[in-house]
């Protein structure tokens, strides 16, 4: 254990061969969304036509299946949300006890004193 003590790691780092290939990066473009794309049927390629990079078309593809059942969900909470205020366009008639719908709007007499 007493060796353990004494000893100081170096952090060194090997010198790299003039002669490899540099690393492959990976380098994303989050300035573009790359929301305008132009669609190369007959080469099968996806390009963006704001700033022109090639882009995977099965990425596309996924952005508009997410886009589509996104738009899906939206309706049907739309739909949820109608259904509610449709419930409150009914009103019980006060002298005979039968619930009706409110289809028009009601005119009043102040209405009806300015024609």
Request: proline share 5%; aromatic share 6%.
């Amino acid at each position: 254990m007493a060796d353990e003590d004494n000893v100081h790691k170096l952090r060194v780092r090997a010198k790299p061969d003039p002669n490899s290939k540099p690393p492959v990066r990976a380098v994303r473009n989050f300035k573009c969304k790359h929301h305008n794309i132009l669609v190369d049927e007959m080469r099968s390629e996806v390009e963006c036509a704001d700033c022109g990079e090639l882009l995977n078309p099965i990425a596309i593809l996924a952005r508009f299946a997410n886009q589509d059942d996104n738009l899906y969900w939206r309706r049907e909470a739309l739909r949820k949300e109608v259904d509610s205020y449709e419930d409150r366009l009914r009103f019980k008639c006060g002298s005979c006890g039968q619930v009706n719908n409110i289809t028009k709007p009601l005119r009043t007499r102040a209405l009806e004193d300015r024609k």
